[in-house]
């Protein structure tokens, strides 16, 4: 089966520039997490869909955060202004529900190294 | 509000040597906990995780952790490194009800020297 993929890869940005991420899930995988992982720290959950509806956003900074899964499959993330904080790897992961017979084991994609100047 | 420590930031081991990478956490009900793998420009790749049952679990690549309740603890195990065991391991927990966030330790980078 494909993992979840991410595009693109690596992307630098000048301060105050917009950037948006993409990702697809694993198929059937119902729900779709964003992390945040800066350099020498763990991941930290941004935004948690379930189908295409959000879980979970507590987390994301919602002056300059954005994400939508807008038919409960792909999924986009967006920064409007970037920040030099921002700079980190943005990761995608998704998983299946305990309720339709998953495990809540989570799986990532190779995630989007960003470089704010 | 559950969380996780990694005690050490780096650990060296020699090739065919045992490993421990240490994990304790913090939850307010029951513990579901995961190890997870990076390498070098690469995503979090899943090791093993406790769920209910054995104490000890089974994972990816000769892995197995073993669950302590009376100590809070999910130490990562391995009986003989290997060079290419060298990378970024992390830990992480969330509660076994509803929809509580994974949360994930700082991480620990494992050196094997051949």
């Known amino acids: 089966e494909a993992g979840v993929a991410q595009s693109p890869r690596y992307k630098i940005i000048e301060k105050r520039q917009s950037v948006a991420f993409w990702c697809n899930p694993i198929?059937?995988?119902?729900?779709l997490y964003w992390y945040q992982q800066i350099l020498g720290q763990g991941p930290k959950l941004l935004i948690q869909?379930?189908?295409?509806?959000?879980?979970?956003d507590s987390q994301l900074p919602k002056d300059r955060f954005s994400a939508e899964r807008l038919k409960g499959v792909d999924s986009t993330l967006k920064i409007q202004p970037a920040k030099l904080e921002d700079s980190a790897v943005y990761l995608c992961?998704?998983?299946?529900?305990?309720?339709?017979?998953?495990?809540?084991?989570?799986?990532f994609g190779p995630g989007t190294r960003l470089t704010v100047l | 509000a559950q969380s996780v420590a990694q005690p050490e930031d780096q650990v060296n081991v020699a090739e065919g040597n045992p490993l421990t990478v240490k994990c304790t956490y913090s939850?307010?009900?029951?513990?579901?906990l995961f190890w997870y793998v990076q390498y070098p420009n690469r995503g979090l790749q899943f090791l093993l995780k406790?769920?209910?049952?054995?104490?000890l679990v089974k994972g990816s690549y000769g892995f197995e952790a073993e669950f302590n309740k009376s100590q809070t603890s999910f130490h990562l195990k391995k009986p003989s490194a290997l060079v290419s065991d060298s990378a970024l391991y992390f830990c992480?927990?969330?509660?076994?009800?509803?929809?509580?966030?994974?949360?994930f330790g700082k991480g620990t980078r494992l050196s094997v020297i051949a």
């Open positions: 992961a998704s998983s299946r529900p305990r309720i339709r017979g998953g495990t809540d084991t989570q799986y």
């Open positions: 198929s059937g995988h119902a729900t």
């Open positions: 869909f379930q189908n295409n509806g959000v879980v979970d």
């Open positions: 939850v307010s009900g029951n513990p579901y």
């Open positions: 406790y769920i209910t049952g054995d104490n």
């Open positions: 992480a927990v969330r509660e076994d009800s509803g929809n509580t966030p994974l949360v």
